[in-house]
């Protein structure tokens, strides 16, 4: 038992360096990434749902790994979150929006601007958040027009300082959301507190409304509630014409996913943007 014991602790331990060794490997190469310019922007489209035009789109992240290809956020950013990688990217990721941004204005087009903001990027010491409204307005850009997506754990573990961040932001125009409602421990009460305009139903309430009478009847309450708080909302990950329907007869605002559009470069967004 003990010789057992012995080669299972081995085992572990040679399975953990592998782990370990990996996870510097990912760290090494995020750093040359950033240094080199890897990263860029998606844009996935987000409509209306009773006129079905493109009124606003959410900006996703991809890593263009020289030899791994298009590398997906998930796979990433809990890293860069652990390693405060995040703040020079959050910070390439509001520059790169807001290119987007002036580009659109530029053809002619109004369009609001979703970009996720880890929790992580409201708790660094030198608060580069503070100078994002200085920055819209050197472009000649509204905050109104960006949206910052939030997950709805943020507020619960919320510090002072991220409260205060938080609060500047939405005093100074910028819009907010409340991404992946639902899934955490969101309090009503917060909802209210924070100025919040939009909150993002998440996809695994989405995927089963066509199947499933409970996760519609979810849907239809979140989107209740919502209104009656003088919020709008979003609906992600929708797949089909059913799912659609269903949540446009639901009052449901606005919809993104994969039956209107993928994630999708600056200038294919553009172009759609052109006959919009
Ligand atoms: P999220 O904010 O909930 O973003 C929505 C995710 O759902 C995106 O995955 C999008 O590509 C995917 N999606 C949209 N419609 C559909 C659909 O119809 N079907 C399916 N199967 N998927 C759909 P993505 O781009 O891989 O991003 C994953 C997560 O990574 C995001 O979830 C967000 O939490 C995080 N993330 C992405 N970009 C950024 C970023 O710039 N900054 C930060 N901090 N996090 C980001
Ligand atoms: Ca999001
Ligand atoms: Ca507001
Ligand atoms: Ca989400």
Redesign the pocket.
Known sequence: AKQQGRSGYAFFSSDMREQAESRMRLLKDLRIAQQEHQFCLYY?PIISLKTQKIEKA????RWQHPEKGLI???EF?PLAEETQL?HKMGEF?FTSACDTLRKVKDSGKHMQLS????PVQFTSKHCYLSKWHKQLQTLNLNAQDIVI?ITEGLMMNAQPRTQKRLTTLTAQGFALAL??FGTGYSSLAYLKQMDTDYIKID?RFVDGIADNQDDLALCEAMIMMAHQLGLQVIA????TYEQHELLLQAGCDFG????YAK?MPQEALLTLLTDN
């Open positions: 996935q959410e900006a996703l992240i997906r956020p998930d950013i995040i990721i970009i996720n903001v880890s997506e991404d992946d996809k992600e990950g929708i797949e993104q996913g994969y039956y994630p």
